[in-house]
């Protein structure tokens, strides 16, 4: 039996190239560079937490989540419009949930290991789903912003994969102070955003390369949230790892354990 039209765009689907990325042992390091993870999900937006705080979340996290702010935002591309964000604060301040009309996003700048972060994902989606009232959300992300360090050179042939930085290494632009590039496309369970570069050089300060991986989906039953961001953490560490030059893999050290833990 011949194709139809629909069968001919699914199977192009189904063959569509996504991110194929080397397999790698997973472990976890005695250093890492990661400057924010963070994952957010989105939901049907509610409209009153632009005037009301968000009391029933807010107490159902304040035992691990104490603290309070309230902040305001401005739109970049409409600064009439003042985003209000609430963000709830762990004791040390070093984990953070922020709570928008549209999104509840689980934050930290002391990543140690997945377990962890999971587990903290998992406490605040609990905890959060009855007050957010959907069984869905409209976009999953995990994201992870790593700072490598270039050492005293300040170069990153070495520290960074020479295919992401083959322009530098064949000193094509000659000194740089800002090299910045962004990559987007289909991956397997979902859709990848990778930026990476040289964003600033401050002075008395290491230079670093940043390498910003970004991983989400759309329209995901919220019973499918552990399983898709414990793919997209897969994935960001074969990404990671790929992304690395030899000295920066030195510096990380020798791993301890696998990274599942």
């Not at 009439?80 to 964000?85: A, V």
């Not at 009309?101 to 903290?120: G, N, P």
């Not at 994201?143 to 083959?166: F, K, S, T």
Request: hydrophobic share 35%; proline share 6%; aromatic share 12%.
């Amino acid at each position: 039996m011949p194709s139809t039209p629909d069968d001919k765009g699914l199977q192009s689907e189904k063959t569509r190239p996504v991110l194929r990325l080397p397999e790698v042992e997973r472990a976890q390091f005695k250093k890492n560079f990661i400057n924010t993870a963070v994952c957010e999900l989105r939901f049907p937006a509610i409209l009153e937490y632009e005037t009301k705080q968000p009391v029933e979340i807010q107490r159902a996290l304040r035992k691990e989540y104490p603290d309070y702010e309230k902040q305001q935002g401005v739109n970049m591309s409409d600064p009439s419009d003042k985003e209000i964000k609430h963000v709830l604060k762990s004791r040390k301040g070093d984990w953070l949930v922020t709570i928008r009309t549209y999104s509840i996003a689980v934050q930290t700048s002391k990543y140690t290991r997945w377990s962890e972060f999971l587990d903290r994902l998992e406490y605040v989606v609990d905890k959060s789903l009855a007050p957010l009232d959907t069984d869905f959300f409209t976009r999953i992300g995990l994201r992870y912003i790593n700072d490598v360090p270039l050492g005293e050179a300040g170069q990153p042939q070495g520290w960074i994969n020479d295919d992401l930085i083959a322009p530098i290494v064949r000193g094509i632009y000659g000194p740089v102070d800002r090299y910045v590039q962004e990559v987007r496309g289909p991956m397997s369970g979902g859709k990848f955003t990778f930026r990476h570069g040289i964003t600033t050089i401050e002075k008395g300060k290491e230079p670093t390369y940043r390498l910003d991986f970004d991983f989400y989906e759309e329209n995901v039953q919220a019973d499918r949230m552990i399983d898709l961001v414990t793919g997209f953490n897969k994935e960001a560490f074969k990404f990671f790892q790929w992304a690395l030059g030899d000295k920066a893999k030195e510096r990380l050290g020798e791993p301890f354990s696998s990274g599942d833990k």
